[in-house]
């Protein structure tokens, strides 16, 4: 008998939500459809067929015109499988550990707020135009100069 093994099994559930929904979602740079969606993911931390030291996933969000939402979900050790030293013993304790159901992702929910890439806003009265621009850094860019506010 093996306590977090029972309680939960060795996937997990995850909720991946965005606003506006219909964003691409990615694990580890694999399509995995769109959202909102739950997806069943292995509580190790990993595929079959990942490597044994990898213990979290990349959850990438992307929709055209929206900046990309990145986050990970990590691995940790669940209350449950504490449970072995008073009900399932080693054998419990080989078994969850062996499954990954000692293990639950955090967060177990991702609702991601998908940030425009560029907005303009108008302040008729005053006659100002205010462009506001987000970009992500590339390494190779060279700065040319700087933008300041006029006296």
């Not at 093994?5 to 219909?22: E, L, N, T, Y």
């Not at 900046?67 to 304790?93: A, S």
């Not at 992702?105 to 806003?121: D, E, F, R, W, Y």
Request: positive net charge; glycine residues 10%; contains cysteine.
């Amino acid at each position: 008998m093996s306590c977090a093994s029972i309680i939960h099994g060795k996937s997990q559930d995850v909720f991946i939500s965005s606003q506006p929904k219909g964003a691409t979602i990615r694990v580890d740079d694999k399509d995995f459809g769109q959202t909102p969606k739950v997806l069943g993911l292995p509580r190790m931390g990993r595929m079959d067929g990942e490597p044994s030291t990898k213990k979290e996933y990349k959850i990438t969000l992307s929709l055209e015109g929206y900046m990309p939402y990145e986050t990970i979900l990590q691995r940790k050790v669940d209350g449950w499988f504490f449970g072995n030293i008073l009900i399932g013993g080693v054998i419990g304790i080989v078994i969850d550990a062996v499954t990954g159901s000692m293990y639950k992702l955090t967060p177990s929910q991702i609702s991601a707020q998908m940030k425009m890439n560029g907005a303009n806003v108008l302040n008729y009265k005053k006659r100002e135009v205010f462009i506001a621009t987000i970009l992500k850094p590339d390494p190779s860019w060279q700065k040319i100069g700087q933008i300041e506010k006029l006296p």
